[in-house]
């Protein structure tokens, strides 16, 4: 195999890490659309869909490992592979939480919400817009971008600790509010992990360009 064709092939694997992004954002956003539409029949469209990030998983960790079999890489391309395994990883853990929130949809059918849900929807936002971002910073190998990346995931944090807050008072001030206040902060948690595993791609940026670890996730 010559160079150029491996510059070639680690190329296309890029571009499918960057199309399993998408479907993961994807996700994420239809999920959390179920939630606040109460649209159990995009909640099933999540849950089905996510055999599509699963076979794209399996794809591209294919494909690495052939890369490997077919060249003996240099320190910095074997890191290249090694990173996107991992990357991709990462995607697939997100997606099964937007499967996740989509099953707490299910759940929550016909209910009638004890507040509308602002938060919950705003994480989910920032949450997207990390995973684009920190995909970026992993096709431009800019460690910069990772770090800033990573800094957002404060807010995150800052948004799950308030909305926590608030629906321990409406569990505390009404017991029948229990169980779907429960399941709010399941999904709160849900966005938080993914917030979680962006942070990790930011991580593994970083060691592809430095050769270092490090761990953003405190």
């Given amino acids: 195999m010559t160079r150029r064709s491996f ?5 296309n694997l890029h571009r499918e890490v960057l199309r399993m992004g998408s479907i993961v954002e994807k996700q994420i956003h239809l999920s959390i659309k179920a939630l606040v539409e109460q649209d159990e029949v995009l909640a099933c469209e999540v849950i089905k869909n996510d055999d599509i990030a699963d076979e794209l998983q399996r794809e591209v960790e294919d494909r690495c490992v052939k890369l490997i079999a077919m060249q003996q890489p240099l320190a910095k391309d ?20 937007a499967v996740d929130i989509a099953k707490i949809v299910k759940r929550l059918k016909g209910e009638k919400y004890l507040k509308e849900l602002v938060d919950i929807p ?18 431009e190998a800019d460690v910069d971008k990772a770090y800033a990346i990573c800094k957002r ?3 995150i944090d ?7 807050t ?3 008072d409406y569990m505390r001030n009404d017991k029948s509010n229990v169980g779907q206040a429960t399941q709010f902060l399941f999904v ?4 938080e992990r993914i917030a979680d595993h962006v942070t990790n791609i930011c991580e593994w940026t970083i060691y592809l360009v430095t050769g270092e670890t490090v761990d953003l996730n405190d």
Avoid at 158 to 164: A, K, M, Q, S
Wanted: overall charge negative; some cysteine; aromatic content about 8%.
């Fill in 78 to 97: 074997l890191r290249n592979i090694f990173t996107t395994t991992k990357i991709v990883t990462d995607l697939e853990r997100m997606a099964d939480h």
């Fill in 188 to 191: 709160c948690k849900f966005l």
């Fill in 153 to 155: 995931d404060d807010e």
């Fill in 122 to 139: 705003k994480m989910a936002a920032i949450v997207q817009d990390m995973i684009k971002d920190s995909l970026d910073a992993y096709i």
């Fill in 158 to 164: 800052d948004i799950y600790r308030n909305v926590f």
């Fill in 166 to 168: 608030e629906l321990l």
């Fill in 7 to 11: 510059d070639t092939d680690l190329a």
